[in-house]
């Protein structure tokens, strides 16, 4: 006996994106629970920089969806986004007393 077994959903992840985190969580915040649709149509007319790179991602996840799990384009929305941390980048900012501080950068999922 054969089991089927039936994806219901994808993704795709964006990496080392050097943007804040919460410049990045107001652009996500627009996408979140939308249809693929609206959520394209969202990031497409959005006024900032980092909306771009989202859209590529979702358009990648929208891709994913389509070929790997054929999945039907029109019936597809954003059920979660979040933002984490990613790598630590070799930047340093100075601090009160000659204390240094890392500078940490982001990622997508």
């Known amino acids: 006996m054969t089991s089927k077994c039936i994806v219901h959903s994808a993704k795709a992840i964006l990496k080392s994106l050097r943007v804040s985190p919460v410049k990045l969580n107001l652009v996500v915040?627009?996408?979140?629970?939308?249809?693929?649709?609206?959520?394209?149509?969202?990031?497409?007319?959005?006024?900032?920089?980092?909306?771009?790179d989202v859209k590529k991602t979702l358009l990648s996840a929208i891709s994913n969806a389509e070929?790997?799990?054929?999945?039907?384009?029109?019936?597809?929305?954003?059920?979660?986004?979040?933002?984490?941390?990613g790598i630590i980048m070799k930047r340093w900012r100075a601090k009160a007393r000659d204390v240094l501080r890392l500078l940490r950068n982001l990622y997508l999922i």
């Open 67 to 85: 070929n790997n799990h054929g999945m039907n384009i029109d019936k597809l929305f954003v059920s979660e986004v979040y933002v984490g941390r």
């Open 29 to 52: 915040g627009l996408i979140r629970g939308k249809s693929s649709e609206k959520a394209l149509n969202a990031l497409t007319f959005s006024k900032r920089r980092i909306a771009s």
